[in-house]
């Protein structure tokens, strides 16, 4: 097919990468350590590791995960938030042949044991504070070692003390918990410490992690993502946004990227465009463990002349809003890159008339390791798009038919390209829905492409509701809510909110008429991780059906929305 979007490049990025630079994700980390071993590579709470120690203990690490019988290929759960352990860990897994397993740490027991099962993973690394979650279902898991780490431990006596005592007894932020058999973090360092690494060969064609989404079944689906995959995407991301990071109009190029670290490592932009990509060229990650505490994350960017800051809409607009932050000197800054969901115009103008420096929108999902678009690093203007495809990448707009649409009008965004996932975990029927019989993935998304490729995506193909960056499917929301003795239906929709984009309104039908919305928020609470709680709940006498009794949910969210104007009007 013809790329149309290349004459539209910006200078210096090439059309395609060259994959075979390595042989695997593996081979791509053991060389940034060695490249990069005497720099920084991590910020955490005020110490810093460089890559070589990460080197070291990630090794350390490995040998021990070797020396618990685990089989090559075994996959192993990481449920933390941006602690430096992350990395360790992450990068011990895939030298020791295993595969990731991505865990939002903040899941309820429900949501964690279905993905430890349906993973199958043996083994799983975990912060204290989590692990009250996992001993409510490690029982029904496959789960054979565990390993638990705490905020404080790697960083030193006596902070680490001070830190671990702070969380544990003043803050109280560790509930009670047991889990017999279970390893300190650092009790397998110091462990691993003692034997010697055995090398694994993988390929670019191994599984090196499953990243979970969810799907319009509302059943969550292990994304399985290859070495190649994220090699092609660490590649990419470096042909599009070096040019950008060495432009000397903004001043001399800094001898270290400094990237703030904000958004969590366990979802899957972070976990490219900051972990990844951080090992690959050698930046400094500066890790923010909790970015909703704006006022301390504004505190930590004080600290530090940050070139580089990947956020979401709602973090921009959440750090606008704080007036310590606009304060800060914002002279180093080259790029802050938007994703996870859509930039708005008004963030986007804010942002730049203060920073100086445009929000860059960039478009992608775990499917595709994540980026498959973006716009040029040094445009200024906001455009509404989420720009050009990366190099090595192939957009079509599909119409239902499968059959490519004439430019400029609507149709399903479908990519192939050297990042996109070999298919769903155990799911080849779930696999055979998504991807054409000539390797494009259909994204869900419905997409128009202009005359020199720029993408806007104008509607979702999907039901699924966008929180914040992260992906809620309303069919969770309703097979989980049914489950309450007192509903008899009801239906998820999305809802326009300014904080975080949409946030989830459930109109609900109730078997039992004394069943208060306050009684049904707090069976919410139990069952659903912070964002996928609704919002708002509705009761109605019956929902609007078509003739085969489907739920309509475009008609509720149609209501919803007019609505809203009428209230705006």
């Not at 496959?142 to 005592?165: C, D, R, T, Y």
Request: charged share 20%; with cysteine; proline share 6%.
């Amino acid at each position: 097919m013809e790329r149309i979007w290349l004459k539209h490049y910006p200078p210096g990025v090439p059309h395609d990468v060259d994959l075979s630079q390595y042989s695997s994700l593996v081979d791509l980390i053991d060389h940034g350590f060695r490249e990069h071993a005497s720099r920084n590579a991590y910020a955490y709470m005020d110490r810093f590791f460089t890559f070589g120690e990460i080197d070291r203990y990630s090794a350390a690490f490995a040998s021990w995960l070797q020396s618990q019988g685990l089989a090559r290929g075994a996959r192993v759960a990481i449920m933390m938030p941006n602690v430096v352990q992350y990395p360790i860990a992450l990068a011990g897994v895939l030298r020791a042949g295993y595969v990731v397993v991505n865990v939002n740490p903040l899941y309820t027991p429900r949501e964690l044991e279905h993905q430890l099962k349906d993973s199958g993973a043996e083994a799983i690394v975990i912060l204290e504070n989590f692990a009250a979650t996992l001993q409510q279902v490690i029982a029904r898991t496959a789960i054979k070692q565990v390993v638990v780490a705490s905020l404080g431990e790697m960083l030193g006596f006596p902070k680490s003390a001070i830190v671990n005592f702070a969380v544990r007894r003043v803050k109280k932020m560790v509930p009670g918990y047991s889990l017999p058999g279970h390893v300190k973090f650092t009790e397998t360092l110091d462990a691993g410490a003692r034997r010697k690494l055995d090398p694994v060969a993988v390929t670019q064609q191994d599984t090196a992690f499953l990243q979970y989404t969810g799907g319009t079944t509302g059943v969550s689906k292990g994304a399985t993502l290859t070495h190649g995959n994220l090699v092609a995407n660490v590649l990419q991301m470096e042909a599009w946004i070096v040019p950008a990071l060495q432009d000397t109009a903004r001043g001399p190029v800094p001898g270290q990227f400094v990237y703030i670290c904000a958004l969590p490592l366990y979802h899957v932009f972070a976990l490219v465009v900051n972990c990844l990509f951080g090992m690959r060229i050698g930046t400094l990650n500066v890790l923010v463990t909790n970015p909703r505490d704006i006022s301390g994350f504004v505190k930590e960017l004080a600290k530090y002349k940050f070139n580089v800051l990947p956020g979401v809409n709602t973090l921009y607009n959440a750090l606008l809003e704080n007036e310590d932050f606009r304060k800060l000197d914002f002279s180093s800054l080259r790029v802050a890159n938007g994703g996870g969901m859509a930039v708005q115009k008004a963030t986007s103008e804010r942002w730049l008339a203060l920073t100086g420096v445009p929000i860059i929108e960039g478009y992608g999902l775990s499917e595709t390791s994540p980026v498959a678009t973006c716009n040029p690093i040094l445009n200024r203007d906001y455009n509404g798009t989420i720009g050009l495809p990366f190099p090595s990448t192939e957009i079509q707009i599909l119409d239902d038919a499968g059959q490519p649409v004439p430019l400029g009008q609507p149709g399903e965004i479908a990519i192939r390209g050297p990042q996109v996932m070999a298919g769903y975990w155990n799911r080849p029927d779930e696999t055979e829905k998504v991807m054409t019989p000539d390797g494009f993935f259909k994204s869900g998304d419905i997409g128009i492409m202009d005359e020199r490729g720029y993408i806007k995506i104008v509607d979702r193909k999907k039901d699924m509701i966008l929180v914040s960056g992260f992906n809620v499917y309303p069919n969770e929301i309703e097979q989980v809510i049914t489950t309450h003795p007192g509903v008899v239906e009801c239906a998820a929709i999305g809802v326009p909110d300014e904080r975080s984009g949409e946030a989830v309104k459930v109109f609900v039908v109730r078997k039992d008429p004394a069943l208060t919305v306050e009684q049904l928020m707090e069976f919410c609470k139990t069952n659903f991780t912070g964002y996928k709680k609704p919002k708002y709940i509705e009761f109605r006498d019956e929902l609007p059906k078509s003739n085969v009794g489907k739920i309509l949910r475009r008609e509720l969210r149609d209501e919803a929305v007019a609505a809203a104007h009428a209230r705006s009007a």
